[in-house]
């Protein structure tokens, strides 16, 4: 093992962090990413920023959390003067690459303003969050809104496949008996193998083109991001994977008749929804859930073919490898489908790191129960690379002192932080709520979760007693002082955002007291 020199940053869509085997699921077998986490640390209590896609992945591209960046949901543009990876990267002799999906939106507006044409060098890298795209794939591609030239259309049609919206059409379709395309949007579908062979399926092809990258680069330095669209919906996978799991493997869901029968206003605004209402049925979850674990287990066939040729390459031992998800998936789980809630299931994450250095050697294979955050990803990358701290942008935590000599640290964060906002959803709809006002928060201590709801009663679950979140303690006199102890931690990080960006601490402790030096002579007799 060596020092650090590139970083591989894997990211799943909607991957359940207890949908590995390394986290213990009892049918699903993960062995090459168990294989990370046992070269690695596992962070058994990593938490997104944001539980929906959008959000999610610009709080871990600019170290912010949501509130900071403001990039609130899915195509909600990120601001144009915000800080990405590859700001603090690329000035330190990085390629910073994008294989996959990053739902990021262009501030269009910002650049016309500004005067800055988007296809032109500064406009293109902004665009893309700051990445060198050199695969750029967000799935989402209905009839309506496809792109015929997306890159992966042109890989299949360069196959032999006819039609625009390849990736409906052969990527995320079946065929029926008569050969009609049966589309992996109706979920009664997922258990029919995908048109496309599983070799050039979509999770195989951005393998491939990151192998393709990591080959060429040869040995300058790279930051590279593969980010998987799948185990997201449509829920359609290759043969073999599409039934390589059974509806007795599927495990019961965790949630509670009374949770339906007294609930809290806004869950209840969710349950309504269209996919709740399906995976409130054991009939769909039986049916979608195993094609689901089959998306999970080709990407870790996948993870292992991309560490093989990492050790082929000579890579392995000095690429820092991170591998996690931008959210969970209720399926079904407290009569949800879909994430955007607080519960365990969509708020916690997956997070292995693999850090090559050889002070990390005494963490190898821990399972590390301190909380972490989706921000701290990006603080970890900087200070991996030899980078200069920036407190005054950067609101996460680098991950290395949990990493090196042992991963003893005074004062680590005792909460983390998640968001929601609901604004663009039929939940707010049937809430009668104000866009302005449908926000959510999210604090998580070791042992408490308390959800606060703008204009609704908050939530509090003991996380120690009751660990599948299905009994709410908010309204009971006897939990009033530890409602009031995570109200006040909400409060504290509410005051404490990093919001003057654009001069340093240090900076500021330089100027402190020097007016008079300036020539101010201010209140002078």
């Not at 269009?108 to 050199?134: K, M, N, T, Y």
């Not at 869901?253 to 969710?270: I, L, Q």
């Not at 294979?365 to 980078?387: C, N, Q, S």
């Amino acid at each position: 093992m060596g020092q650090v020199r590139n970083i591989l940053f894997i990211m799943c869509d909607q991957l359940r962090a207890d949908y590995l085997g390394c986290e213990g699921h009892p049918h699903l077998e993960t062995p090459h990413i168990d294989a990370l986490a046992e070269r690695g640390v596992r962070f058994t209590r990593a938490y997104c920023q944001s539980p929906v896609c959008g959000p999610s992945r610009m709080s871990f591209y600019t170290g912010r959390y949501m509130f900071s960046h403001g990039a609130n949901w899915n195509n909600f543009p990120l601001r144009v003067d915000e800080w990405t990876m590859a700001d603090y990267l690329r000035p330190l002799g990085m390629r910073v690459v994008l294989v996959g999906k990053t739902h990021m939106k262009g501030d269009d507006g910002a650049l016309a303003r500004l005067g800055v044409a988007r296809d032109g060098e500064i406009g293109r890298f902004v665009s893309e969050c700051g990445f060198e795209a050199v695969e750029r794939d967000d799935g989402l591609h209905p009839d309506q809104s496809h792109d015929p030239d997306l890159a992966y259309n042109r890989y299949l049609r360069g196959l032999g496949w006819e039609g625009d919206n390849l990736w409906h059409t052969v990527a995320n379709s079946a065929a029926g008996p008569d050969g009609e395309i049966l589309s992996g949007w109706h979920m009664r579908n997922a258990r029919l193998p995908a048109r496309v062979p599983e070799e050039h399926s979509e999770t195989a092809y951005m393998t491939d083109r990151a192998m393709d990258f990591i080959r060429a680069c040869g040995e300058a330095p790279w930051c590279l991001h593969l980010s998987y669209i799948k185990p997201h919906w449509p829920y359609m996978a290759p043969a073999p994977y599409n039934d390589m799991y059974s509806a007795n493997q599927v495990l019961p869901a965790n949630r509670h008749p009374k949770e339906r029968e007294d609930p809290h206003p806004v869950h209840a605004a969710f349950m309504g929804h269209d996919d709740s209402v399906a995976f409130q049925k054991e009939e769909v979850r039986h049916h979608v859930i195993p094609t689901y674990m089959g998306l999970i287990k080709q990407i870790d066939d996948h993870i292992g073919r991309l560490t093989a040729f990492l050790r082929t390459e000579g890579r392995l031992d000095d690429t820092m490898i991170v591998f996690t998800a931008d959210h969970g998936d209720y399926l079904g789980d407290h009569w949800l489908g879909e994430k955007e809630l607080f519960h365990e299931p969509v708020a916690r994450v997956p997070m292995i790191v693999v850090d090559p250095d050889a002070r990390a050697e005494a963490t190898r294979g821990v399972a590390d129960p301190r909380l972490v955050e989706g921000i701290d990803v990006l603080p970890t990358f900087v200070e991996a690379m030899g980078g200069p701290p920036a407190p005054h942008r950067l609101e996460g935590r680098s991950l290395l002192p949990l990493l090196r000599d042992g991963g003893v640290v005074e004062n680590w964060r005792e909460a983390a932080i998640s968001e929601a906002d609901y604004s663009i959803r039929k939940a707010r709809l049937a809430l009668d709520v104000a866009p302005g006002d449908a926000r959510a928060f999210m604090v998580r201590t070791e042992r408490w979760k308390y959800c606060h709801y703008e204009g609704f009663a908050p939530q509090l679950f003991d996380l120690a007693e009751d660990p599948g979140e299905l009994t709410d303690l908010a309204g009971d006199p006897a939990y009033g002082a530890v409602r009031a102890e995570m109200h006040e931690r909400l409060f504290a990080w509410l005051r404490t955002r990093r919001t003057r960006v654009t001069l340093s601490d240090d900076e500021v402790a330089a100027r402190t007291g020097k007016g008079r030096q300036r020539g101010y002579l201010i209140g002078v007799w």
